[in-house]
T-cell receptor, first 113, second 111 residues
């Protein structure tokens, strides 16, 4: 168990639909990052939250949004899904002090059909 | 040109061989990361370094800040080392510690 929990592991949905991916960071980590890994673009940064606040935005589409809740879990919402949104979505948390560094979740594999 | 370039893209080795994967970057960084991704898809952080050299078991990572270059070495390679190895940097030009990734090196170690 990496300490970062992502659900669901797999998701198959139709174009035009909306899905929510969930991430629980490692205990004590305040930072959550979302990354997308697609075959044509590789791994790309989407968005970062720190203790409930948005800290940085990357190549995140307007159809995508995220938030981090008071218990520090985070959700990534993907709407009006297109075939090209099919990818692996990773959540990672970044710790400080004794847990300094990144821990990745196992990812959510999204397939849009 | 990508900010992070890795070589080689693909590497096949025989069990027991010494392996080197290279990473060059073009931006100022606060840290460089080596990650491992297994066929199941999960990503594991192997090293985070900002200077010098780190060793963990059979894995060694080095970085030369002046030359903007890092290497990941695997000694006495084993088939279980087969995975994609990804170099990533936390750039000084972007906020937070978000990562910019290389394209990865697919390593296959044959018995």
């Amino acid at each position: 168990d990496s300490g970062v929990t992502q659900t669901p592991k797999h998701l198959i949905t139709a174009t035009g639909q909306r899905v929510t991916l969930r991430c629980s960071p490692r205990s004590g980590d305040l930072s959550v990052y979302w990354y997308q890994q697609s075959l044509d673009q590789g791994l790309q940064f989407l968005i970062q939250y720190y203790n409930g606040e948005e800290r940085a935005k990357g190549n995140i589409l307007e159809r995508f949004s995220a938030q981090q809740f008071p218990d520090l879990h985070s959700e990534l919402n993907l709407s009006s899904l297109e075939l090209g949104d099919s990818a692996l979505y990773f959540c990672a948390s970044f710790g400080t002090g004794k847990n300094y560094g990144y821990t990745f979740g196992s990812g959510t594999r999204l397939t849009v059909v | 040109k990508n900010e992070v370039e890795q070589s080689p893209q693909n590497l096949t080795a025989q069990e027991g061989e010494f392996i080197t994967i290279n990473c060059s970057y073009s931006v100022g960084i606060s840290a460089l990361h080596w990650l491992q991704q297994h066929p199941g898809g999960g990503i594991v952080s192997l090293f985070m370094l900002s200077s010098g050299k780190k060793k963990h078991g059979r894995l060694i990572a080095t970085i030369n800040i002046q030359e903007k270059h890092s290497s990941l070495h695997i000694t006495a390679s084993h088939p279980r080392d087969s995975a994609v190895y990804i170099c990533a940097v936390s750039s000084l030009e972007t906020s937070g510690s978000r990562l910019t990734f290389g394209e990865g090196t697919q390593l296959t170690v044959n018995p």
